[in-house]
């Protein structure tokens, strides 16, 4: 089975999540990083920061894209961005392992094609080479 | 005004960049900075990394939220988001200033609310207050 573009970019929202867990620098960057191996993804770099007097944001670059998340502790809420290229990485189970981690009772989730072979002027049905880090 | 949404994400697609820029680890690193300087938005960290044989991914985080990129240059395609919350903040800047940089002559792009005021349970109209770093 062939894809149609080189990458899948599910934008979530989760709702209603644990609050002490969103606020928790350490717990949040733990769990970016474990969702990354959850979806079989291949860690390159990471950064995260904790705001004051709430929130935390970070990124984990991944060698298939990267995974983003910006918590609002005072809302219950994240915004978690995971992108990923190539038909070994799985974001879904990345979605799924971060529902469940944050605690989200409520979630609303996009998934976006990025870069479509027929915008880039790939052959459709192709399998794209994932470069190594 | 006020805002319906504590952020704005753009997901652009840039198409026939200049594929040596979108090869240069120190040139996309630097223009993803200056862009996040164009938006009105604050550094808060970022990391890049140059993937062998061709392509950078990197972030900047910002206080507002962050800017993405992924390159492949073999394509000439980039993959760039801008997500910045609160209304100091323009991600279209950055947006104009990055395709001009990166000489794209055809671009994509979609604006998706992220963390809506209705769905979080904030008060429509509302100012929300920017977290300082």
Redesign the interface.
């Known amino acids: 089975m062939g894809m149609k573009a ?2 899948r ?1 599910l ?1 979530a ?1 989760f ?1 209603e999540c644990n609050p002490e867990i969103l606020d928790d620098l350490n717990i949040v960057e733990e769990y970016m990083k474990q969702s990354a191996d959850v979806a079989g993804a291949t860690i ?4 995260f ?1 904790r ?5 935390v ?3 984990v ?1 991944i ?1 298939e ?2 995974l ?1 998340i ?1 918590t ?1 502790p005072e ?3 994240a ?1 978690i ?1 995971l ?1 990923t ?1 190539g038909e070994s990485v799985d974001p879904w189970k990345a979605f799924n392992f971060l529902k469940d981690k944050f605690q989200a009772q409520r979630v ?1 989730v ?1 998934e ?1 094609q ?3 072979y027929e ?4 052959p459709e049905g192709s399998s794209h080479k994932i ?3």
């Open positions: 080189l990458g970019h934008l929202e709702y390159v770099n990471w950064t920061h705001f004051n007097p709430q929130g944001s970070g990124v670059v060698a894209s990267h983003a910006h609002w809302y219950g809420y915004a961005d992108f290229c609303d996009k976006i990025r870069g479509k915008e880039i002027g790939i470069l190594t880090a």
